[in-house]
């Protein structure tokens, strides 16, 4: 199971880290907007990146549940996620060094000092007390300055993205077990006694071999076992793909043959 939630959890990963680059530069881009707007947008960068990183998990579900017959429950959806959110954040981190230079290159230093004023300015504190903090945030922007101290923020960075990621994948996966079904099912209707079969629900598909038609009945997936289970969801899977071309069916219960 794991090994099948590897690909929608990479591709969601990869999704996701790009995006959140692209965001990470917008926002940044965000404080050359005049006044308050940029810097207010800019302090929004958390709740969104927590909010991107639960959109991975649940792109990582979808698409799990996109390759696959059977309705996925969270606790199969959530490892996709999880791997989603590793391989977002190692992406997201080599973006990194480059989104905390861009403020210099822009010349933007000013605002972000702005940014770092703002919850004193929301406190109401008086213009006196503004200038103290200004040169308090000055001094520790200077102090981060020191290599030891950059990588050690860099690595706790890390360590924190890491986790959060992994989480929020998880739990944005398992929140999308809830929410996706899968669309590979097909539902066949018998012409002559309106039986309705579900293909990956409650009926299966026996391959009669060539120029027979194929043997679609009911059956109960909790009785097959694993092997026979896989093979099924390979044969209905095909059958979906190539919508039964140039191939009939015939109804398990009053034994009509019937195009697909
Ligand atoms: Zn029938």
Do not use: H
Not at 31 to 53: E, K, N
């Amino acid at each position: 199971m794991f090994k099948k939630m590897l690909k929608p959890g990479i591709t969601a990963g990869v999704i996701g880290g790009i995006v959140s680059i692209v965001l990470s530069v917008l926002l940044v881009l965000a404080l050359l907007l005049p006044g308050q707007v940029g810097v207010t947008l800019y302090c929004l960068s958390s709740p969104i990146g927590l909010l991107l990183s639960l959109g991975i998990g649940l792109l990582a579900a979808f698409l799990a549940q996109r390759q696959s017959l059977e309705k996925l429950t969270a606790d199969k959806t959530a490892p996709a996620g999880v791997i989603a959110g590793v391989v977002s954040t190692l992406i997201g981190i080599v973006a990194v060094p480059f989104t905390q230079q861009m403020p210099k290159w822009l010349g933007l230093q000013d605002r972000l000092i702005e940014v770092a004023l703002l919850p004193s300015r929301m406190m109401g504190l008086s213009g006196e007390q503004l200038e103290m903090a200004r040169t308090q945030i000055i001094a520790a922007q200077q102090g981060r300055l020191n290599n030891t101290t950059m990588l050690a923020g860099m690595a706790t960075g890390l360590v924190c993205g890491l986790v959060a990621g992994i989480a929020l994948g998880a739990g944005g996966a398992a929140l999308g077990a809830l929410i996706f079904k899968p669309s590979l099912r097909r539902k066949l209707v018998c012409e002559k006694c309106q039986a309705a079969f579900e293909l990956g629900g409650n009926a299966f598909i026996e391959v009669k071999g060539e120029g027979a038609p194929d043997l679609v009945d009911y059956c109960n997936w909790q009785d097959l076992t694993p092997d026979a289970a896989s093979q099924q969801q390979a044969i209905i899977a095909e059958t979906i793909k190539t919508k039964g071309q140039g191939r009939q069916w015939q109804c398990g219960m009053c034994k009509t043959v019937q195009a697909y």
